[in-house]
Protein backbone atom coordinates (compact mmCIF):
# COMPACT_ATOMS: atom_id res chain seq x y z
CA UNK A 1 0.00 0.00 0.00
CA UNK A 2 3.12 2.20 0.71
CA UNK A 3 4.17 1.79 -2.40
CA UNK A 4 1.32 3.14 -4.23
CA UNK A 5 0.96 6.01 -2.54
CA UNK A 6 4.76 6.90 -3.47
CA UNK A 7 4.12 6.19 -6.90
CA UNK A 8 1.17 8.47 -7.01
CA UNK A 9 3.00 10.70 -5.31
CA UNK A 10 5.87 10.61 -7.53
CA UNK A 11 4.04 10.58 -10.72
CA UNK A 12 2.53 13.92 -9.83
CA UNK A 13 5.21 15.64 -8.89
CA UNK A 14 6.82 14.89 -12.12
CA UNK A 15 3.94 16.13 -13.61
CA UNK A 16 2.62 13.07 -16.52
CA UNK A 17 -0.46 12.69 -16.95
CA UNK A 18 -2.56 10.45 -15.52
CA UNK A 19 -4.91 8.12 -17.82
CA UNK A 20 -8.00 8.91 -15.77
CA UNK A 21 -7.68 12.55 -16.59
CA UNK A 22 -9.56 14.26 -19.84
CA UNK A 23 -9.21 18.56 -20.94
CA UNK A 24 -12.81 19.67 -19.58
CA UNK A 25 -14.90 20.15 -22.80
CA UNK A 26 -17.54 22.90 -20.94
CA UNK A 27 -16.58 26.65 -21.23
CA UNK A 28 -16.94 28.99 -18.57
CA UNK A 29 -19.21 32.15 -19.72
CA UNK A 30 -17.78 35.93 -18.45
CA UNK A 31 -19.28 36.59 -15.26
CA UNK A 32 -21.56 38.98 -15.64
CA UNK A 33 -21.36 42.53 -13.76
CA UNK A 34 -23.05 42.41 -9.82
CA UNK A 35 -25.43 45.17 -9.61
CA UNK A 36 -26.34 45.93 -6.68
CA UNK A 37 -30.65 46.45 -6.96
CA UNK A 38 -30.94 48.62 -3.79
CA UNK A 39 -28.90 51.59 -5.24
CA UNK A 40 -29.75 51.41 -9.36
CA UNK A 41 -33.47 50.12 -9.09
CA UNK A 42 -36.45 52.05 -7.36
CA UNK A 43 -40.36 52.13 -7.23
CA UNK A 44 -41.40 54.94 -9.33
CA UNK A 45 -43.45 55.86 -5.46
CA UNK A 46 -42.34 55.37 -2.70
CA UNK A 47 -44.99 53.17 -0.26
CA UNK A 48 -46.19 56.46 1.61
CA UNK A 49 -47.12 58.22 -2.04
CA UNK A 50 -48.09 55.05 -3.01
CA UNK A 51 -50.78 54.49 0.11
CA UNK A 52 -51.62 58.41 -0.33
CA UNK A 53 -52.38 57.98 -3.94
CA UNK A 54 -54.62 54.67 -3.74
CA UNK A 55 -56.50 56.19 -0.78
CA UNK A 56 -57.38 58.93 -2.65
CA UNK A 57 -58.24 57.50 -6.17
CA UNK A 58 -58.36 53.56 -5.95
CA UNK A 59 -55.85 52.10 -8.81
CA UNK A 60 -53.75 55.45 -9.05
CA UNK A 61 -51.19 53.72 -7.08
CA UNK A 62 -51.50 50.44 -8.66
CA UNK A 63 -51.30 52.07 -12.36
CA UNK A 64 -48.36 54.05 -11.42
CA UNK A 65 -46.53 50.96 -10.45
CA UNK A 66 -47.13 49.47 -13.40
CA UNK A 67 -50.01 47.47 -12.16
CA UNK A 68 -52.36 48.49 -14.61
CA UNK A 69 -55.20 45.05 -14.14
CA UNK A 70 -54.99 45.75 -10.05
CA UNK A 71 -55.57 49.45 -11.12
CA UNK A 72 -58.48 48.58 -13.02
CA UNK A 73 -60.33 46.38 -10.86
CA UNK A 74 -60.09 48.95 -8.15
CA UNK A 75 -61.37 51.51 -10.34
CA UNK A 76 -64.17 49.49 -11.60
CA UNK A 77 -64.77 48.44 -8.02
CA UNK A 78 -64.69 52.12 -7.28
CA UNK A 79 -67.71 52.72 -10.26
CA UNK A 80 -69.73 50.08 -9.73
CA UNK A 81 -70.37 51.28 -5.79
CA UNK A 82 -71.00 55.16 -6.56
CA UNK A 83 -73.49 54.14 -9.19
CA UNK A 84 -75.04 51.44 -6.52
CA UNK A 85 -74.75 54.89 -3.64
CA UNK A 86 -76.16 57.22 -6.41
CA UNK A 87 -79.26 54.63 -6.72
CA UNK A 88 -79.79 54.06 -3.65
CA UNK A 89 -80.10 57.82 -2.88
CA UNK A 90 -82.92 57.95 -5.15
CA UNK A 91 -85.06 55.56 -3.47
CA UNK A 92 -84.18 56.53 0.09
CA UNK A 93 -85.23 60.37 -1.72
CA UNK A 94 -88.58 58.69 -2.95
CA UNK A 95 -89.55 57.38 -0.36
CA UNK A 96 -89.09 60.05 1.84
CA UNK A 97 -91.32 62.08 -0.40
CA UNK A 98 -94.40 59.35 -0.51
CA UNK A 99 -93.74 58.66 3.11
CA UNK A 100 -96.76 61.36 3.79
CA UNK A 101 -98.77 60.11 0.82
CA UNK A 102 -101.87 58.17 1.67
CA UNK A 103 -103.08 57.13 -1.41
CA UNK A 104 -100.72 57.20 -4.74
CA UNK A 105 -102.36 58.01 -7.97
CA UNK A 106 -101.13 55.01 -10.33
CA UNK A 107 -103.74 55.18 -13.11
CA UNK A 108 -107.12 56.49 -14.41
CA UNK A 109 -110.14 54.18 -14.92
CA UNK A 110 -110.42 53.47 -18.70
CA UNK A 111 -114.84 53.49 -18.30
CA UNK A 112 -115.63 56.01 -15.69
CA UNK A 113 -112.16 58.14 -16.22
CA UNK A 114 -111.75 58.29 -12.93
CA UNK A 115 -108.51 58.13 -10.63
CA UNK A 116 -107.04 54.73 -9.51
CA UNK A 117 -104.88 55.33 -6.29
CA UNK A 118 -102.82 52.55 -4.57
CA UNK A 119 -102.50 52.64 -0.64
CA UNK A 120 -98.66 54.13 -0.05
CA UNK A 121 -96.23 51.37 1.06
CA UNK A 122 -93.74 53.80 2.02
CA UNK A 123 -93.33 53.28 5.69
CA UNK A 124 -91.13 54.35 8.04
CA UNK A 125 -89.12 50.39 8.30
CA UNK A 126 -88.94 51.16 4.39
CA UNK A 127 -87.26 54.54 5.13
CA UNK A 128 -85.32 52.83 7.45
CA UNK A 129 -83.88 49.92 5.47
CA UNK A 130 -83.02 52.19 2.44
CA UNK A 131 -81.01 54.30 5.00
CA UNK A 132 -79.36 51.48 5.61
CA UNK A 133 -78.30 50.40 2.28
CA UNK A 134 -76.96 54.04 1.66
CA UNK A 135 -74.66 53.12 4.43
CA UNK A 136 -73.54 50.04 3.63
CA UNK A 137 -72.38 51.70 0.15
CA UNK A 138 -70.85 54.40 2.16
CA UNK A 139 -69.07 51.47 4.10
CA UNK A 140 -68.32 49.65 0.90
CA UNK A 141 -66.68 52.67 -0.61
CA UNK A 142 -64.58 53.63 2.19
CA UNK A 143 -63.27 49.89 2.43
CA UNK A 144 -62.05 49.66 -1.53
CA UNK A 145 -60.51 53.02 -0.53
CA UNK A 146 -58.65 51.16 2.26
CA UNK A 147 -57.91 48.00 0.62
CA UNK A 148 -56.83 50.14 -2.56
CA UNK A 149 -54.16 52.00 -0.36
CA UNK A 150 -53.12 48.93 1.66
CA UNK A 151 -52.71 46.77 -1.66
CA UNK A 152 -50.77 49.63 -3.54
CA UNK A 153 -48.63 50.14 -0.14
CA UNK A 154 -47.72 46.77 -0.24
CA UNK A 155 -46.82 46.68 -4.49
CA UNK A 156 -44.85 49.56 -3.45
CA UNK A 157 -42.04 47.71 -1.60
CA UNK A 158 -42.54 44.55 -2.86
CA UNK A 159 -41.85 46.30 -6.59
CA UNK A 160 -38.66 44.96 -7.37
CA UNK A 161 -39.19 41.52 -6.70
CA UNK A 162 -39.97 39.23 -9.67
CA UNK A 163 -43.68 38.10 -10.06
CA UNK A 164 -42.92 34.28 -10.53
CA UNK A 165 -46.23 32.91 -10.17
CA UNK A 166 -47.69 30.51 -13.35
CA UNK A 167 -51.14 29.37 -13.80
CA UNK A 168 -51.87 26.85 -16.39
CA UNK A 169 -54.78 24.46 -16.94
CA UNK A 170 -54.33 20.69 -17.12
CA UNK A 171 -56.13 18.37 -19.93
CA UNK A 172 -58.81 17.48 -17.83
CA UNK A 173 -59.75 20.75 -17.18
CA UNK A 174 -58.52 21.48 -13.51
CA UNK A 175 -56.59 24.99 -13.23
CA UNK A 176 -52.97 24.47 -11.53
CA UNK A 177 -51.03 27.76 -9.49
CA UNK A 178 -47.62 27.56 -9.26
CA UNK A 179 -45.12 29.80 -7.41
CA UNK A 180 -41.47 29.62 -7.30
CA UNK A 181 -39.66 31.36 -4.35
CA UNK A 182 -35.86 31.59 -4.19
CA UNK A 183 -34.20 31.40 -1.19
Not at 20 to 46: E, F, G, H, I, W
Not at 56 to 74: D, E
Not at 142 to 155: E, K, M, R
Request: aromatic share 8%; glycine share 6%.
Amino acid sequence: MKTGVLALLASSALGASLQAQRVDSTRVSPKLPVVDTAVNVKPPLTPKRAFLYSLAVPGLGQSRLGRPVAGAIFAFTESIAIAMLSQSVQELNQAKSFRTDSLIPIGTDPVSGTPIFHRSSYTDELINIRKSHVEDWVAFLIANHLFSGADSYVAAHLWDLPAQIKVSQRPNGTSVIAARISW
